[in-house]
Protein backbone atom coordinates (compact mmCIF):
# COMPACT_ATOMS: atom_id res chain seq x y z
CA UNK A 1 0.00 0.00 0.00
CA UNK A 2 1.34 3.60 -0.78
CA UNK A 3 1.69 6.39 -3.08
CA UNK A 4 1.44 3.59 -6.17
CA UNK A 5 -1.46 2.58 -5.12
CA UNK A 6 -3.34 5.39 -4.41
CA UNK A 7 -2.40 6.31 -8.20
CA UNK A 8 -3.68 3.05 -9.70
CA UNK A 9 -7.07 3.83 -7.70
CA UNK A 10 -7.14 7.44 -9.06
CA UNK A 11 -7.71 6.32 -12.97
CA UNK A 12 -10.78 6.13 -12.75
CA UNK A 13 -11.44 9.62 -11.05
CA UNK A 14 -13.14 10.33 -14.15
CA UNK A 15 -15.57 7.63 -14.72
CA UNK A 16 -19.67 8.77 -13.69
CA UNK A 17 -20.64 7.27 -10.64
CA UNK A 18 -22.85 4.27 -12.70
CA UNK A 19 -19.77 2.51 -13.77
CA UNK A 20 -18.71 2.24 -9.58
CA UNK A 21 -18.58 -0.86 -7.40
CA UNK A 22 -21.57 1.26 -5.14
CA UNK A 23 -23.60 2.15 -8.72
CA UNK A 24 -27.09 2.27 -7.27
CA UNK A 25 -26.97 3.02 -3.55
CA UNK A 26 -28.89 5.56 -2.04
CA UNK A 27 -26.14 6.74 0.93
CA UNK A 28 -27.77 7.86 3.82
CA UNK A 29 -25.47 10.21 6.35
CA UNK A 30 -26.37 10.73 10.14
CA UNK A 31 -24.93 12.83 12.43
CA UNK A 32 -25.34 11.77 15.98
CA UNK A 33 -23.96 13.12 19.49
CA UNK A 34 -21.51 10.34 20.75
CA UNK A 35 -23.86 10.10 23.76
CA UNK A 36 -25.65 7.74 21.88
CA UNK A 37 -23.15 5.30 21.58
CA UNK A 38 -21.45 5.75 24.85
CA UNK A 39 -24.82 5.02 26.77
CA UNK A 40 -25.94 1.95 24.62
CA UNK A 41 -26.33 -1.04 26.90
CA UNK A 42 -25.44 -3.64 23.77
CA UNK A 43 -22.11 -2.77 22.66
CA UNK A 44 -21.35 -3.69 19.55
CA UNK A 45 -17.75 -4.92 18.61
CA UNK A 46 -17.21 -1.84 16.14
CA UNK A 47 -18.32 0.41 18.70
CA UNK A 48 -16.52 -1.01 21.76
CA UNK A 49 -12.75 -0.47 19.44
CA UNK A 50 -14.39 3.04 18.94
CA UNK A 51 -15.17 3.63 22.24
CA UNK A 52 -11.28 2.18 22.99
CA UNK A 53 -9.76 5.37 21.62
CA UNK A 54 -12.04 7.61 19.70
CA UNK A 55 -14.67 8.10 22.05
CA UNK A 56 -13.33 7.22 25.33
CA UNK A 57 -12.90 11.16 26.05
CA UNK A 58 -8.92 11.18 24.89
CA UNK A 59 -10.04 13.23 22.12
CA UNK A 60 -12.12 16.38 21.87
CA UNK A 61 -15.31 14.78 19.77
CA UNK A 62 -18.88 15.20 20.42
CA UNK A 63 -20.39 14.40 17.50
CA UNK A 64 -19.47 11.67 15.01
CA UNK A 65 -21.01 10.25 11.47
CA UNK A 66 -23.25 6.93 10.92
CA UNK A 67 -23.09 6.46 6.75
CA UNK A 68 -25.23 3.85 5.39
CA UNK A 69 -27.00 2.22 2.57
CA UNK A 70 -30.87 2.88 1.76
CA UNK A 71 -31.06 1.02 -0.63
CA UNK A 72 -31.65 -2.46 0.98
CA UNK A 73 -31.84 -4.38 -1.75
CA UNK A 74 -28.36 -3.67 -2.40
CA UNK A 75 -27.05 -4.72 0.77
CA UNK A 76 -24.52 -3.41 2.90
CA UNK A 77 -21.90 -1.36 1.66
CA UNK A 78 -18.22 -3.68 1.71
CA UNK A 79 -15.12 -2.24 2.27
CA UNK A 80 -14.01 -2.03 -0.94
CA UNK A 81 -17.10 0.04 -1.78
CA UNK A 82 -16.41 2.42 1.46
CA UNK A 83 -12.61 3.16 -0.24
CA UNK A 84 -14.19 3.54 -3.55
CA UNK A 85 -16.15 6.10 -2.31
CA UNK A 86 -13.43 7.19 -0.02
CA UNK A 87 -11.09 7.81 -3.11
CA UNK A 88 -13.28 9.36 -5.35
CA UNK A 89 -14.22 11.72 -2.93
CA UNK A 90 -10.85 13.12 -2.76
CA UNK A 91 -9.64 10.79 0.11
CA UNK A 92 -6.05 8.95 -0.01
CA UNK A 93 -6.86 5.57 1.76
CA UNK A 94 -3.68 4.26 0.92
CA UNK A 95 -2.04 6.44 3.95
CA UNK A 96 1.36 4.89 5.29
CA UNK A 97 1.78 6.98 8.36
CA UNK A 98 -1.74 7.65 9.72
CA UNK A 99 -2.78 5.48 12.61
CA UNK A 100 -5.73 3.45 12.91
CA UNK A 101 -6.52 3.02 16.58
CA UNK A 102 -8.64 0.11 16.41
CA UNK A 103 -10.39 1.45 13.40
CA UNK A 104 -10.91 -0.75 9.59
CA UNK A 105 -9.39 2.34 7.88
CA UNK A 106 -8.12 5.52 8.07
CA UNK A 107 -8.14 8.18 5.06
CA UNK A 108 -6.53 11.71 4.23
CA UNK A 109 -7.03 14.51 2.27
CA UNK A 110 -4.79 17.52 2.16
CA UNK A 111 -6.64 21.20 2.58
CA UNK A 112 -5.83 24.63 3.12
CA UNK A 113 -3.42 25.20 0.55
CA UNK A 114 -0.14 23.84 0.44
CA UNK A 115 2.89 24.04 2.21
CA UNK A 116 5.31 23.81 -1.50
CA UNK A 117 5.05 27.34 -2.75
CA UNK A 118 4.04 27.27 -6.51
CA UNK A 119 2.71 23.71 -5.78
CA UNK A 120 -0.55 24.75 -7.49
CA UNK A 121 1.59 25.66 -10.89
CA UNK A 122 2.99 22.35 -11.02
CA UNK A 123 -0.33 20.54 -9.96
CA UNK A 124 -1.99 22.23 -12.85
CA UNK A 125 0.58 21.33 -15.68
CA UNK A 126 0.29 17.45 -14.20
CA UNK A 127 -3.69 17.98 -14.47
CA UNK A 128 -3.42 18.98 -18.49
CA UNK A 129 -1.02 15.81 -19.28
CA UNK A 130 -3.33 14.13 -17.45
CA UNK A 131 -7.20 15.54 -16.46
CA UNK A 132 -7.53 12.50 -14.21
CA UNK A 133 -4.69 13.13 -11.64
CA UNK A 134 -6.62 16.65 -10.19
CA UNK A 135 -7.73 15.20 -7.09
CA UNK A 136 -4.30 12.90 -6.83
CA UNK A 137 -2.66 16.21 -7.26
CA UNK A 138 -4.16 18.58 -5.25
CA UNK A 139 -5.46 16.58 -2.58
CA UNK A 140 -4.92 12.84 -1.99
CA UNK A 141 -0.94 13.39 -2.37
CA UNK A 142 -0.71 17.01 -2.45
CA UNK A 143 1.76 18.77 0.46
CA UNK A 144 -1.49 20.64 2.16
CA UNK A 145 -1.00 22.41 5.04
CA UNK A 146 -3.52 20.54 6.86
CA UNK A 147 -5.35 17.44 6.39
CA UNK A 148 -8.69 16.15 7.00
CA UNK A 149 -8.26 13.30 8.88
CA UNK A 150 -11.25 10.58 8.84
CA UNK A 151 -11.32 6.93 10.97
CA UNK A 152 -13.71 4.41 10.11
CA UNK A 153 -14.76 1.39 11.84
CA UNK A 154 -17.35 -1.15 10.35
CA UNK A 155 -20.31 -1.86 12.09
CA UNK A 156 -22.03 -5.59 12.39
CA UNK A 157 -25.36 -3.91 11.50
CA UNK A 158 -24.10 -2.72 7.78
CA UNK A 159 -23.88 0.83 8.99
CA UNK A 160 -20.23 2.68 9.34
CA UNK A 161 -19.06 5.00 11.51
CA UNK A 162 -16.50 7.77 10.86
CA UNK A 163 -14.74 9.89 13.14
CA UNK A 164 -13.36 13.11 11.47
CA UNK A 165 -10.58 15.88 12.18
CA UNK A 166 -8.29 17.90 11.30
CA UNK A 167 -4.68 18.61 11.83
CA UNK A 168 -1.32 19.99 10.64
CA UNK A 169 0.17 18.30 7.73
CA UNK A 170 3.20 16.18 8.94
CA UNK A 171 5.15 17.14 5.93
CA UNK A 172 4.65 21.30 7.15
CA UNK A 173 8.43 22.90 8.09
CA UNK A 174 6.53 24.13 11.01
CA UNK A 175 7.74 21.52 13.54
CA UNK A 176 5.89 23.07 16.44
CA UNK A 177 2.49 22.32 14.67
CA UNK A 178 3.37 19.29 13.36
CA UNK A 179 4.18 17.97 16.72
CA UNK A 180 1.31 19.42 18.55
CA UNK A 181 -1.29 17.57 15.77
CA UNK A 182 0.55 14.46 15.73
CA UNK A 183 2.53 13.38 19.40
CA UNK A 184 0.26 15.16 21.68
CA UNK A 185 -2.84 13.24 21.99
CA UNK A 186 -6.48 15.63 21.92
CA UNK A 187 -5.33 18.25 19.47
CA UNK A 188 -7.41 17.14 16.16
CA UNK A 189 -9.96 19.68 15.33
CA UNK A 190 -13.27 17.55 15.53
CA UNK A 191 -15.68 20.37 14.75
CA UNK A 192 -14.20 21.79 12.18
CA UNK A 193 -13.42 18.12 10.92
CA UNK A 194 -17.22 16.83 11.10
CA UNK A 195 -18.36 19.76 9.75
CA UNK A 196 -16.14 19.33 6.74
CA UNK A 197 -16.88 15.45 6.12
CA UNK A 198 -20.68 15.47 6.34
CA UNK A 199 -20.76 18.64 4.16
CA UNK A 200 -18.63 16.44 1.69
CA UNK A 201 -20.59 13.54 2.20
CA UNK A 202 -24.07 14.70 1.42
CA UNK A 203 -22.49 16.81 -1.30
CA UNK A 204 -21.41 13.35 -2.94
CA UNK A 205 -24.90 11.58 -1.98
CA UNK A 206 -25.96 14.47 -4.21
CA UNK A 207 -23.51 13.98 -6.95
CA UNK A 208 -24.37 9.73 -7.08
CA UNK A 209 -28.03 10.58 -7.56
CA UNK A 210 -26.70 12.84 -10.47
CA UNK A 211 -24.58 10.60 -11.64
CA UNK A 212 -22.48 12.99 -11.49
CA UNK A 213 -18.63 13.25 -10.12
CA UNK A 214 -17.52 14.99 -7.12
CA UNK A 215 -15.10 17.78 -8.33
CA UNK A 216 -11.93 19.42 -6.89
CA UNK A 217 -14.15 22.75 -7.04
CA UNK A 218 -16.45 20.80 -4.82
CA UNK A 219 -14.02 19.97 -2.14
CA UNK A 220 -12.57 23.27 -2.10
CA UNK A 221 -15.70 25.17 -1.77
CA UNK A 222 -17.00 22.76 0.98
CA UNK A 223 -13.91 22.90 2.90
CA UNK A 224 -13.82 26.39 2.49
CA UNK A 225 -17.29 26.68 3.65
CA UNK A 226 -16.85 24.82 6.78
CA UNK A 227 -13.85 27.32 8.09
CA UNK A 228 -16.08 29.99 7.56
CA UNK A 229 -19.10 28.70 9.55
CA UNK A 230 -16.41 27.56 11.97
CA UNK A 231 -15.35 30.74 12.76
CA UNK A 232 -18.33 32.64 12.33
CA UNK A 233 -19.75 29.70 15.55
CA UNK A 234 -16.81 30.89 17.38
CA UNK A 235 -17.70 34.45 16.64
CA UNK A 236 -21.28 34.28 17.49
CA UNK A 237 -20.33 32.11 20.88
CA UNK A 238 -18.08 34.78 21.63
CA UNK A 239 -20.64 37.88 21.30
CA UNK A 240 -23.34 35.35 23.55
CA UNK A 241 -21.09 34.94 26.26
CA UNK A 242 -20.14 38.52 26.48
CA UNK A 243 -24.31 39.24 26.32
CA UNK A 244 -24.44 36.83 28.97
CA UNK A 245 -21.87 38.35 31.95
CA UNK A 246 -23.40 41.73 31.07
Not at 35 to 56: C, G, M, W, Y
Amino acid sequence: MGIVDTIVRSKDDLVKPNKKSYAGYLLDVTLVDISKIQEKVTILPAEQRALDHELSGKEPIQKIIILKNSHKSLGRLTTNQMKDILDDMGFNVDTIFSSLHYADTAAVMNINGFVIPGWIYFAKLLIKLNPSWEKLVLTKLAPGRERLHIRVFEMNDGNWLIAAHTDWNWMSLNLKKVIHSHIEQGTGNYAIGTRMMVALLNTFKDRLEQNKILSYKDILNITRWAYFQEMADQMLLLLYGNSKKR
